[in-house]
T-cell receptor
Framework: GAGVSQSPSNKVTEKGKDVELRCDPISGHTALYWYRQRLGQGLEFLIYFQGNSAPDKSGLPSDRFSAERTGESVSTLTIQRTQQEDSAVYLC?????????????FGPGTRLTVT | AQKITQTQPGMFVQEKEAVTLDCTYDTSDQSYGLFWYKQPSSGEMIFLIYQGSYDEQNATEGRYSLNFQKARKSANLVISASQLGDSAMYFCAMRDLIQGAQKLVFGQGTRLTINP
């Protein structure tokens, strides 16, 4: 079956522009997660969804970041007024349910470069 | 707060040798899960192995095993008979099993290079 997919795979944008990153989770996975990975670093948790609900937005770096999810399907991460420090790989993951015993399956990521 | 520490930024190992990647963690939680992920140069995160804090046996998955020492708060990954394809970044991560289990906390990673 299909894994987690993300689009675009690469995005170059000018500072100050808005960008929208898309994640298609594995079908049937109720939990969805967004992470950010700066060059040479580990993954930094941003936000998770249980269904289309995001109970905790405290991991988002600033109010320029927002995310939404349609039902138990596609999620979009939007970054407004991008800054150079937003340059990173943004990874999406999904799991069958929210319980920790379920492994998270990761997508290939979107590499965002802000010039 | 949970924290993962991986003290080896890079490791170089000869093919077919066993390798141990270190991971220590800090948490006040009693119930938690520990994970190892592999990230090849292509960028995808590949799940390798999971250990629950109450599991009495060390987890094993093929050539991967997790040396879990709860009292020392360590969860080292052991790869037996290393192969050239094992060259990648390796990340240790943990999840709280009680507080909604909403996120993985990752270490900084270890870059493993297997030499022929």
């Amino acid at each position: 079956g299909a894994g987690v997919s993300q689009s675009p795979s690469n995005k170059v944008t000018e500072k100050g522009k808005d960008v929208e990153l898309r994640c298609d989770p594995i079908s049937g996975h109720t939990a969805l997660y967004w992470y950010r990975q700066r060059l040479g670093q580990g993954l930094e948790f941003l936000i998770y969804f249980q269904g289309n609900s995001a109970p905790d937005k405290s991991g988002l770096p600033s109010d320029r970041f927002s995310a939404e999810r349609t039902g138990e399907s596609v999620s979009t991460l939007t970054i407004q007024r991008t800054q150079q420090e937003d340059s990173a790989v943004y990874l999406c993951a999904s799991s069958l349910a929210l319980a920790a015993v379920y492994e998270q399956y990761f997508g290939p990521g979107t590499r965002l470069t802000v010039t | 707060a949970q924290k993962i520490t991986q003290t080896q930024p890079g490791m170089f190992v000869q093919e077919k040798e066993a390798v141990t990647l270190d991971c220590t963690y800090d948490t006040s939680d009693q119930s938690y899960g520990l994970f190892w992920y592999k990230q090849p140069s292509s960028g995808e995160m590949i799940f390798l192995i999971y250990q629950g804090s109450y599991d009495e046996q060390n987890a094993t998955e093929g050539r991967y095993s997790l040396n879990f020492q709860k009292a020392r708060k360590s969860a080292n990954l052991v790869i037996s008979a290393s192969q050239l394809g094992d060259s990648a970044m390796y990340f240790c991560a943990m999840r709280d099993l009680i507080q909604g289990a909403q996120k993985l906390v990752f270490g900084q990673g270890t870059r493993l290079t297997i030499n022929p």
